[in-house]
């Protein structure tokens, strides 16, 4: 999740360098957690799976925002944990689960931001989305190739499920649609 409006959550600032580490060790947790994966009982491979597949699926989001960001020229005021911006949909489970868990955003520096161009711009939006969707294909991979086949498949259609979900649902209130309304300012 990426803020462009110090609004929200405000007081539940935590530093740039402070996210990126709790990001990165996120991520590392997904990658430790698929490499103990073959030494561990049965039941207890499907469990940590599941768990290294939302390490990659949540930690990469914001810290895809911020690589893609400093590498295009914009700034980063701090991270902060809100609600995602699913809960704008209005739509009774997925709302409702959306303002149940935090999430973590990344507040970014509005003039640096204001400085490149809407391409970049929508760059920076749709690296959070995309990163979302693609990191949890590792993970499919791994238990397509490494473990039983249910296990594959099911993981499987939890991936697939999230990048069509993310694909629709992100179109409408989340980075994709930041993404694409940065690129239409450019026509106005």
Known sequence: MLGTHAHYYAKQRIPVWLGNVIETVGLAIGIF????????HHMLKLVLLLVAWFCFWFFSHCL?????????????????????????????????LA?????????IDNTSFGSISPK???????????????????IMVYAMIYLETWIGFFMSL??????????????????IFKAKRALNSRRI
């Open 99 to 107: 303002r149940t868990f935090p999430v973590l955003g990344i507040k």
């Open 33 to 40: 957690l698929l490499l103990v994966n073959p030494f561990l």
């Open 64 to 96: 895809t925002h911020f690589i893609v960001g400093k590498i295009l020229g914009v700034r980063f005021l701090y991270y902060f944990i809100g609600r995602s911006s699913l809960t704008k949909l209005n739509l009774p489970i997925i709302s409702s």
């Open 120 to 138: 970049k711009q929508a760059m920076v939006f749709a690296s959070g989305a995309l990163a979302s969707m693609i990191s949890p294909i590792t």
């Open 158 to 175: 939890i991936t697939v499920g999230n990048i069509v979900f993310t694909l629709i649902f992100s179109a409408k209130v989340g980075d």
